[in-house]
T-cell receptor, first 114, second 111 residues
């Protein structure tokens, strides 16, 4: 399999549930990202991992918890979410330090919080 | 975070017509990328421009980076329904690999 994959593609969860989003990249990149995409708003960078170390946490509420067990996998653990957290969650990877930082995105997980 | 403004927000044209999408900022970027996103999918990288004044062509798509590296444009010639999608620009600030994204332009090409 090539590129960046994300599972599940769709998720509906209640505010009291706990769920996890998974991302896997097959590009040999050493940086991975979580973004939130809401309608009519720019992509919001949530977390950045470089060489499995978290290097960025853009004031994201603690109900979102990332995990990067190795350079190919990234998780986003979700608990006690709010309806306004409903959005498309995108994972991306890149190889910084090679000139320009071109990011490659997965297809996203469409999350609905009820 | 450097702000990138895209215009127009929405664009609907007939097949065969030309269109231009703009991406503007008051900040300088070391590179700028254009992505296209189709419904239900993630953004797909189209092109990266690096040098001020650079022009790149990808079939019927022409991308230009402003001389001052603060703005960019995407021109599509003889648009086709397959060009329909959300076009996003993203700027890479100097000395920082984190991209700043615009809100996007939704392009609809009617057959």
């Amino acid at each position: 399999e090539t590129g960046v994959t994300q599972t599940p593609r769709h998720l509906v969860m209640g505010m009291t549930n706990k769920k996890s989003l998974k991302c896997e990249q097959h590009l040999g990149h050493n940086a991975m990202y979580w973004y939130k995409q809401s309608a009519k708003k720019p992509l919001e960078l949530m977390f950045v991992y470089s060489l499995e170390e978290r290097v960025e946490n853009n004031s994201v509420p603690s109900r979102f918890s990332p995990e990067c067990p190795n350079s190919s996998h990234l998780f986003l653990h979700l608990h006690t979410l709010q309806p306004e957290d409903s959005a498309l969650y995108l994972c991306a990877s890149s190889q910084p330090g090679q000139g320009t930082d071109e990011q490659y995105f997965g297809p996203g997980t469409r999350l609905t919080v009820t | 975070t450097q702000l990138l403004e895209q215009s127009p927000q929405f664009l609907s044209i007939q097949e065969g017509e030309n269109l231009t999408v703009y991406c503007n900022s008051s900040s300088v970027f070391s590179s700028l990328q254009w992505y296209r996103q189709e419904p239900g999918e993630g953004p797909v990288l189209l092109v990266t421009v690096v040098t001020g004044g650079e022009v790149k062509k990808l079939k019927r798509l022409t991308f230009q980076f402003g001389d001052a590296r603060k703005d960019s444009s995407l021109h599509i010639t003889a648009a086709q329904p397959g060009d329909t999608g959300l076009y996003l620009c993203a700027g890479e600030p100097p000395n920082d690999y984190k991209l700043s994204f615009g809100a996007g332009t939704t392009v609809t090409v009617r057959a």
